[in-house]
């Protein structure tokens, strides 16, 4: 069912978008400091609240400490973008240090997720000061003498022509990318691209993909990619060269960079992948093991500030892949609860998983309700159902969001994954719809619509049967749907692909079911101006 562009991806609890604002204020130089808690969402059990600090004097604000009281019954699991303590139902909340000064008129986000139904929390003050009922005074106090904005701003800040971007896209859902490290190659395409592309601000998240699982423990990918390969100013995100004796170079030290530009954004390390998922089998044997050994890589000092946690991309446990598993039902669930013991439970832990909502599938192969609860989110590889790996066809959609007549197989479509997941109890706000920028393709197709036969696959810039978005919209332009997505034959070529138009049907799905967010395979695809990543976070926002 998938090849070697299926990559997949999960992160965090998310259900229904209601927001429920509680604005709390407190003066600061010329205006004030506010911070609003806002409820994302509220499954019952447990929520997820956005807290939002707004600089509305006109003095920077080099630091900020939130300190609140949350009522009892609601605990705080965890949290990101905040270093927060606490003492019984007490917190405290305090800038990262990464984060940098907060400018005039800036917003800062930070998060939580708490135990228990959402509450109000109670007692807030910000820099020492009282919360406000819920409007910003209209006369500004004197600022506080306790916390003057005396520390100067970091000199690795971003340039001042790039302004941060703090406030998170996707109306509260999850907008998650793989960045591919091989991509530096022959792609041509840099995390740089990812700014200049307008993307770094449409995405909550970035998966960098992939590291490698070898010998039972996790293991750099690529060490040139990764952190070795030096940076001209112009391919540099933020136009500044890197030098010979710099601690961190490479992809990894670009996307340090990147997030200081967007505060907003984190990033997490995937490991496996299609390639690499034959090593989760020995992984599996010593999970404890492979856990240390993944703790030890993704927080090595040298950029343990860059990810925020460990993607899990194992195709397939207990199934067939490039290589067959057959570590049990459980193997899933133990290496997954194994990695979230020892990063604990600040640190994103998610998973890319099977699509395959056949029966007796590879869904129903593995025990993924049970790892659930240990994970963020979880991303089902809704793409790759069909392609030209079946060389006579014939010809389908890769990515089908519903069944239709002639489907060449029962289940494999994005709904029947999602409904199979869902009924096994993990709830519809862990998981993201997955989305394939990049089409797959049959050559000697003589038929128009889907089911033609075929001689073979359709050449391709990088692999035959592949081919980008970027290059399809213009080379094969779309002609049909079917199944929520579409498809075009040009010449003896028969290529499906998604769309923006497609990919806004798919987002309101995934509004609909209450889906997490979406995630992508993979940024290079998209053009120049991000086009599909906007359909996705415009179609979620």
């Not at 978008?17 to 003066?27: G, N, Y």
């Not at 946690?309 to 067959?324: F, K, Q, R």
């Not at 519809?428 to 696959?457: D, E, M, N």
Request: with cysteine.
């Amino acid at each position: 069912m998938k090849r070697s562009l299926r990559r997949a991806l999960w992160i965090g609890t998310v259900v229904a978008v209601t927001v429920a604002a509680v604005p709390v204020t407190s003066a600061f130089g010329a205006g004030s400091v506010t911070a609003t808690f806002a409820k994302v969402q509220d499954w019952g059990t447990g929520h997820e609240t956005r807290v939002t600090v707004t600089n509305g004097s006109a003095a920077s604000v080099s630091t900020w400490r939130i300190e609140f009281d949350l009522p009892a019954g609601t605990t705080i699991s965890s949290a990101w973008d905040a270093d927060v303590t606490s003492s019984g139902n007490h917190y405290v909340a305090v800038k990262k240090s990464w984060a940098g000064p907060l400018a005039p008129g800036a917003t800062f986000s930070w998060g939580y997720n708490g135990t228990g139904a959402y509450r109000a929390p109670l007692n807030c003050t910000i820099n020492g000061a009282p919360c406000g009922g819920g409007t910003i005074p209209t006369t500004s106090p004197p600022p506080p003498t306790t916390v003057p904005p005396t520390t100067a701003p970091p000199t690795t800040a971003p340039p001042t022509t790039t302004p941060p971007t703090t406030t998170p896209p996707g109306g509260g859902k999850k907008v998650v990318g793989y960045f591919a490290e091989w991509g530096v190659y022959g792609r041509n395409y840099h995390v740089k691209n990812i700014h200049t592309s307008g993307s770094a601000a449409k995405l909550t998240h970035i998966l960098y993909a992939f590291g490698n699982t070898t010998g039972g423990r996790c293991a750099i990918g690529d060490s040139y990619a990764d952190y070795e390969r030096a940076y001209t100013a112009a391919d540099s995100v933020d136009g500044v060269a890197d030098t010979w004796d710099q601690p961190l170079r490479g992809s990894f030290n670009q996307l340090r960079k990147l997030k200081r530009m967007y505060p907003h954004l984190k990033v997490i390390w995937s490991f496996g992948g299609w390639t690499w998922s034959g090593g989760f089998t020995q992984a599996a044997q010593n999970p404890t093991a492979f856990a240390e050994s993944c703790y030890s890589l993704v927080e090595d000092p040298r950029w343990a500030d860059v990810f925020d946690g460990i993607d899990v991309d194992w195709e397939y446990p207990n199934a067939c892949g490039l290589t067959c598993d057959a570590s049990g039902p459980n193997a899933f669930k133990s290496v997954v609860s194994a990695l979230r013991s020892k990063f604990g439970s600040s640190a994103l832990v998610t998973a890319a998983i099977t699509a395959d909502g056949s029966t007796g599938g590879k869904i129903d192969a593995t025990d993924y309700a049970g790892a659930a609860s240990q994970l963020n989110w979880i991303m089902p590889m809704t793409y790759d159902y069909f392609g030209a790996f079946n060389a006579q066809g014939p010809t389908a959609p890769h990515s089908p969001l519903y069944s239709y007549a002639g489907i060449p197989q029962a289940g494999f479509n994005s709904d029947a994954a999602i409904q199979k997941l869902k009924g096994k109890g993990i709830p519809a706000g862990k998981l993201l719809l997955g989305i394939g920028f990049y089409g797959r393709g049959w050559t000697g197709v003589t038929q128009s619509a889907p089911g033609g036969a075929a001689t073979g696959a359709a050449p391709g810039t990088y692999e035959a049967g592949i081919e980008d978005y970027k290059v399809l919209k213009n080379t094969c332009p779309a002609t049909g749907t079917v199944g929520g997505t579409a498809y075009a034959k040009c010449g003896s070529n028969w290529w499906s692909y998604d769309t923006p138009s497609t990919i806004g049907g798919k987002m309101t799905y995934a509004k609909n079911q209450g889906l997490g967010g979406a995630f992508f395979w993979e940024l290079s695809g998209d053009t120049t101006s991000g086009e599909l990543i906007g359909a996705i976070s415009g179609g979620l926002g």
